[in-house]
């Protein structure tokens, strides 16, 4: 189970959208325990859209999830990325900082993109000692999201799921499990994503991201424009049975609902969780009975 002393427990959340900041404001948000804005939005920017966020995060948890960190990227650590994301933190007290494990670009240009790394030793070590070197200049632990992916590098050498948790033990950090972008990754990639979702450490997640993806034919599309689909829940449920709850949250970025529509998303998350708890406690109920009565 997760160890609930080294990540804070803040129930079922979503994403802070502008479309929603009149509902927040004024109190329409009870069912919401906490929410996650976009690190980039508020880093390099004043006036009303950090005005909300400080009166947000006055009643409630708020975690900051960058795109723009690129721990995996070969150019130097942005310092003035990591200033400007170090005085928001200090700012906002988050509950959580997280990121991706992926590169955004290259030769000091952006590519608007979260790109996939080649899963090497090699590779393994570099972002190690980057992440270990944002964290120390934070003052804190960090956690690493799983990217959905469309390609794989030929110089991978292991897993995806291998290299995520081998990374969150060298560096000392967390993992953010998007169990969406594992099942888009793996039926893109014609991978089991049962198999990953049992690769990860459970003391180092911290928290879950669920979404909703576009099938395009051919491959599915990360877009967070759609409800969460039968098999992500399933997964989900599979993740909480094996790895225990971790803060959650639903996103939806593209298309976005009324909070109304997203807050049932968020008791069904609720409700999943509690499938899977029980499901679990049952098998280890039977389990121990099935002990008591063995022959000697």
């Not at 955004?104 to 992440?131: F, I, N």
């Not at 060298?170 to 089991?192: E, M």
């Not at 971790?246 to 969780?273: C, F, H, M, N």
Request: one cysteine or more.
């Amino acid at each position: 189970m997760s160890d609930s002393s080294m990540w804070p427990q803040l129930g079922y959340g979503l994403g802070l959208r502008t479309e929603h900041y009149s509902d927040v404001l004024e109190g329409r948000t009870t069912d919401v325990d906490w929410f996650e804005v976009i690190s980039e939005n508020f880093m390099d920017s004043g006036g009303r859209p950090l005005r909300i966020l400080e009166a947000v995060r006055r009643d409630r948890p708020v975690a900051l999830h960058g795109v723009g960190l690129s721990i995996g990227s070969s150019d130097a650590l942005n310092e003035r990325y990591l200033e400007q994301l170090d005085s928001l933190a200090k700012r906002i007290e988050p509950a959580l900082i997280t990121d991706h494990l992926c590169w955004t670009g290259t030769g000091g240009r952006g590519l608007y993109d979260l790109l996939p790394l080649p899963y090497t030793e090699e590779v393994l070590e570099y972002v190690a000692s980057r992440v270990r070197r944002v964290q120390d200049r934070l003052g804190r632990r960090i956690l690493l999201e799983n990217a959905s992916t469309y390609l794989e590098w030929s110089a991978t050498q292991m897993p995806e799921s291998e290299f995520l948790a081998e990374l969150s033990r060298r560096a000392d950090c967390g993992i953010l499990l998007d169990v969406n972008n594992v099942y888009v990754s793996c039926t893109n990639h014609g991978l089991d994503a049962q198999r990953y979702i049992d690769a990860i450490p459970a003391e180092r997640v911290g928290q879950i991201h669920l979404a909703g993806f576009t099938d395009m034919g051919s491959y599915l599309f990360d877009t967070h424009s759609a409800p969460v689909c039968d098999e992500v829940w399933s997964l989900y449920r599979r993740a909480v049975a094996r790895l225990g709850e971790s803060s959650t949250l639903v996103e939806w970025d593209d298309d976005i609902p009324s909070l109304e529509r997203l807050t049932q998303e968020l008791d069904r998350a609720r409700g999943e969780a509690t499938r899977a708890r029980e499901s679990r406690d049952e098998d280890e109920k039977e389990d121990g009975d099935v002990g008591t009565h063995d022959a000697p």
